[in-house]
């Protein structure tokens, strides 16, 4: 199994044309911890994401282990929101022995490794299956077999259960503690969904709204797992977090001259 990296992330930012998308982010993810990345639509998350995966060169500097990140590498595995990411023409198995068979991995180590990560998503009964004939919560939990087989030591998640309906979305929430916890890697989260953030992260890092988004708030969560919405903890968490993302909103808003000043608390 692989063990967690650490990622720093130094005075990370990004202009695109004229476009100052994100400036100044700073922060230190420690080895095996889970944070989850929330902020108002279109603030940077998945390019953030897709920075640390090595696909988005930004200025700054990211570290994986205190290792520059210069380009995508089998250190770092992405789970996307879509299961379009897996091949249609291949069924499970071979879906997530890919990988390996390109790296030249002997058929017996792949199938063995295979069968090991489709069982600790829990889909060893659809091992045999193609993508057409899964739900959308196996389906992305074939993308996450497909991407722990390599054992990864940090996992990049860019809102994996959003296109998920709620009670699906809420039994991989609780697999994907379990998988964690059993793997040991690191895992960044992007999640539009501030309850997800609260029951899964260690850390819920907010950001501020575009242009030059940074971050703007880090909340430690220290409760034990599982979490309890109903926790007085969780809710006031909730309120602080909701509160800090609609800040930002009610800004970008104002900015834009769609809210007018005495309608906004
Ligand atoms: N390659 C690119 N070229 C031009 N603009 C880009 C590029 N990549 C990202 N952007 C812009 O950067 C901003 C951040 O986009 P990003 O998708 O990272 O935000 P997000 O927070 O993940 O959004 P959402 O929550 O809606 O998924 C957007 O304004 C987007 O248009």
């Known amino acids: 199994m692989?063990?967690?990296?650490s990622v720093s992330l130094k005075r990370v930012g990004l202009t695109i044309g004229s476009n100052d998308i994100m400036a100044g982010i700073d922060?230190?993810?420690?080895?095996?911890?889970?944070?989850?990345?929330?902020?108002p639509s279109g603030c940077g998350k998945s390019t953030l994401l897709n920075a640390i995966a090595g696909f988005q060169d930004v200025s700054g500097e990211i570290s994986v282990d205190g290792k520059r990140v210069?380009?995508?590498g089998l250190d770092r595995g992405v789970v996307f929101q879509s299961?379009?990411?897996?091949?249609?023409?291949?069924?499970?198995?071979?879906n997530v022995e890919y990988g390996l068979k390109l790296r030249g991995v002997a058929s017996a180590e792949r199938r063995a490794a295979a069968e090991r990560y489709v069982s600790l998503v829990g889909l060893k009964h659809a091992i045999d299956k193609f993508p057409a004939e899964l739900s959308g919560g196996m389906r992305q939990r074939a993308q996450i077999a497909r991407v722990l087989v390599n054992e990864p030591s940090v996992v990049l998640m860019d809102e994996p259960f959003g296109a998920l309906d709620a009670q699906t979305r809420e039994v991989l929430?609780?697999?994907l503690d379990r998988i964690w916890k059993s793997t040991g890697c690191t895992i960044v989260f992007v999640t539009h969904d501030i309850w997800e953030a609260i029951l899964l992260a260690d850390r819920v890092v907010t950001?501020?709204?575009?242009?030059?988004?940074?971050?703007k708030t880090i909340e430690e969560v220290h409760l034990p797992h599982p979490r309890d919405p109903a926790d007085p903890a969780c809710m006031a968490l909730y309120a602080r977090i909701r509160d800090d993302?609609?800040?930002?909103?009610?800004?970008?808003?104002?900015a834009q001259g769609l809210l007018e000043e005495e309608?906004?608390?």
């Open 245 to 254: 993302i609609g800040a930002e909103v009610t800004r970008v808003l104002r």
């Open 173 to 175: 929430q609780s697999e």
């Open 27 to 39: 922060l230190d993810i420690r080895a095996g911890e889970f944070v989850c990345l929330l902020g």
């Open 207 to 215: 950001m501020t709204a575009g242009p030059r988004a940074h971050i």
């Open 263 to 265: 309608s906004v608390k």
């Open 83 to 94: 299961s379009e990411a897996l091949f249609p023409w291949l069924s499970v198995r071979e």
């Open 2 to 5: 692989a063990h967690g990296s």
């Open 70 to 72: 210069k380009g995508p």
